[in-house]
C-alpha cells in the first residue's frame, strides 16, 4: 500500500507519516462549505445559459433546469478533484487533496463516484459519514474506505 519495497529496503512515503492526517477532518469539512460555494456560484452563469436556451426554444430548454445543478458540480469535480493537483478549489484553500492508498493518481471518473458516494451517503447516512472518521485509521470517511482514498494534508510535504 503506502509502503514499498526496493532492492531489499523499505520505502515509506508520506501517506504513512502521522502528520499528514493532522486537523484533516475539520480542513475537509470547511473545504465541502467552500467547494459548495464556488459551485453555487457557478450556477449562475449556467442558469442563465439555460434561461436563455429555454427561451429560443419556446420553454423546452428550461428541463435542463432540473440536471443543471448535479451536472455543474460533476463537471467541476471531474476537473479539479480528478486534475493534476488531486484537490478540489476548497480542498486547495484549505491545505488537502485526494489520494490513492496505492500510490496511483485520482482520475477524472473516481473523482466523480466518490462525490457522488459522498452525496448519497449524505442522504441516507448523515451522521455515520462523519463518525466513522473517529475510529477509522488515517481518518477515512465511508466513502473513502469503499474507493481505497485518503485526504492528507498537501501543505506538510
Not at 447516512?125 to 482514498?149: A, C, M, N, Q, Y
Request: with cysteine; net charge positive.
Amino acid at each position: 500500500m503506502a509502503t514499498r519495497v526496493l532492492d531489499g529496503e523499505i520505502i515509506t512515503t508520506r501517506l504513512d507519516d502521522i502528520r499528514a492526517y493532522d486537523g484533516v477532518r475539520t480542513r475537509r469539512v470547511m473545504a465541502c462549505i467552500l467547494d459548495y460555494i464556488i459551485v453555487g456560484l457557478l450556477l449562475v452563469p449556467f442558469g442563465i445559459l439555460v434561461f436563455v436556451l429555454g427561451l429560443l426554444t419556446l420553454g423546452l430548454g428550461w428541463s435542463l433546469f432540473g440536471v443543471l445543478a448535479p451536472l455543474v458540480a460533476a463537471i467541476y469535480v471531474w476537473n479539479t478533484l480528478g486534475g493534476p493537483e488531486q484537490a478540489t478549489v476548497g480542498m486547495r484553500m484549505m491545505g488537502v487533496r485526494l489520494d490513492r492508498l496505492d500510490g496511483g493518481r485520482i482520475d477524472g471518473l473516481t473523482a466523480v463516484v466518490h462525490s457522488f458516494l459522498f452525496w448519497a451517503g449524505n442522504v441516507v447516512l448523515t451522521p455515520l459519514i462523519l463518525l466513522v472518521t473517529l475510529f477509522s485509521e488515517r481518518k477515512r470517511t465511508l466513502h473513502d474506505l469503499l474507493l481505497g482514498t485518503v485526504v492528507t494534508r498537501s501543505d506538510r510535504f
